[in-house]
């Protein structure tokens, strides 16, 4: 209602930067706080997988590995699995 009072000729000729700046001043204040939140939040696509099925990345990890790394891994598997003295 305000943008019709404010616009009466309409919005057609309005830039789409105009458009947006004019809704962003439309939005309630907990609209603007959850916008907010979002673009602060990264996603980390790799943690996600691991969570999701870690065996599966360690499969796919494997697989892609050459076998210098595969040797290496599996000797600081070994060095991990065995008891400290």
């Known amino acids: 209602m305000q943008l019709a009072r404010e616009y ?7 830039s789409m930067t105009a458009a947006i700046k ?3 001043q439309a939005k309630s204040p907990e ?6 939140r979002r673009q602060s939040t990264k996603r980390n696509p ?3 997988a691991i969570k999701v099925d ?3 990345i360690l499969e796919k990890a494997w697989a892609a590995a050459s ?3 595969r040797n290496i891994f599996v000797k600081k598997i070994e060095r991990d ?4 003295q």
């Open 8 to 14: 009466p000729q309409g919005l057609a000729d309005t």
């Open 22 to 24: 004019m809704l962003e």
């Open 31 to 36: 609209e603007k706080s959850v916008s907010v």
């Open 46 to 48: 790799v943690a996600e």
């Open 54 to 56: 870690p065996v599966a």
């Open 67 to 69: 076998e210098m790394e």
């Open 81 to 84: 699995i065995q008891p400290k």
